[in-house]
């Protein structure tokens, strides 16, 4: 079968797919690659049509003889994986469907490591393997935001496993004081017929009767809350609830685990409870007393309502643009053994020297068929430089 055959996407997606395919297939670990360079600033591109190229080269790379010569190449020690909910993903037109990944999804990636000789290990052991002597590979599995389903669903998958995890826990979130924007921003999308939203440049007005309409809005919305300073965010935030009758803490309840069950989760062998702020914001925003705020007050309320040592840390966002030297430096400053970016790359021994700026490779909804999954944890960062090389960072 022609490798060129394989999902191979369309239109505007053929430049990006021949691209990262000639990478693939002309240079042996990617030594000659050559992207195309980021769009003119204010240009559009079609995220859906970007993901699929992406996920055509994820694909061919986890096919075995592309993912054996990437994992001999790549040499790296080992992976931290990230996820978000673990359920149902729902439609793929969906705001946040890349946040979802289904349980089969779970259950076959923790199969895949197994397989590939990855040891699975908890945060705390992540440091000495970057510094002690090589031995296995290793993978350490991470969750962010302290979602609902991480009990209900993950857990018992992880559990089957014998694997340990790390959940970070976004304290507003647990109160039910801080709501999701993201989520929010979805569920009033879906729900409205037309959507009002205060930005700084004023007010920006949205149709969203149709599907397209929809589709048109969930493209550009989530950037202009994203970007949005945060009162201003907290504020649009609110709106929008009340434009499409959502009833926030009970929204922020159906997602998030109360203390109650984060208690109950902590509880469970294998799971070590991390930080991942009291409001979930862009830290790069805040001044540094307020980011100092942000990572002493939500790890003070976790180790008082679970009774938990919390010695790890998780930047919301966690691309360039969220995060950086600065609050890298208070981390550690702060206690912090180790803090998780959401950058895409491997571990090797030069992370051992930044364990407040480690990277991750994330699993993520819209790339779960079992060759993408393959080519992820073959360890090639291609998912980072195809990002690069549209020029879009994604939280």
Sequence with gaps: MSLRSLNTPSHQGQSIYRKVLSAITQSAPLAGCSFAPPPAFGAKVDRRIVNRAIGSALFLL????????????????????????VGSPGDESRVNRGLTVSPETL???????????????????????????????????????????????????????????????????????VSPWWHVLERAIAAASKLEVETVL?????????????AAAAAELPEI????????????????????KIDLVAFTRELYL????????AKIPGCTIGCHTSTHPRLSQLAEEAVRGELVDSRAMIEERLGVQTRHFSYPYGVAAACGDREFEL?????????????RDVLTPRNA?????????PINGGFEHPLMLEGLISGLPLFSLARRAIGRSEA
Excluded at 70 to 84: K, N, P, S, V, Y
Excluded at 202 to 212: E, H, K, L, Q, V
Excluded at 225 to 241: I, M, N, V
Excluded at 331 to 343: D, I, K, N, P
């Design 107 to 177: 259950d076959r990636v923790l199969n895949i490591l197994v397989a590939r000789g990855y040891e699975l290990v908890s945060m705390d052991e992540v440091p000495d393997r970057l510094t002690g002597a090589r031995a296995k590979r290793f993978a350490a599995l991470t969750f962010d935001d302290g979602c609902r389903d991480n009990l209900a669903c993950a857990a018992p998958i992880l559990a089957s496993h014998g694997a340990p995890f790390t959940v970070y826990v976004t304290t507003g979130f647990a109160d039910g004081t």
């Design 202 to 214: 004023g007010i920006r007005r949205f149709d969203t009767s149709s599907r397209a309409a929809k």
């Design 353 to 361: 020297d930044a364990l407040t700026s480690l990277p991750r490779v």
């Design 62 to 85: 986890g096919l075995p003889p592309l993912r054996d010569l990437a994992e001999r190449w790549m040499d790296h020690l080992g992976l931290i994986l990230m996820f978000h909910h």
């Design 225 to 244: 809350l994203l970007t949005s300073p945060p009162g201003l965010r907290a504020e649009q935030t609110c709106s929008l609830a009340r434009q499409a």
């Design 258 to 265: 109360d203390w109650d069950g984060l208690r109950a989760l």
């Design 331 to 343: 981390a550690g400053r702060l206690g912090y053994v180790t803090a998780v970016t959401t950058r």
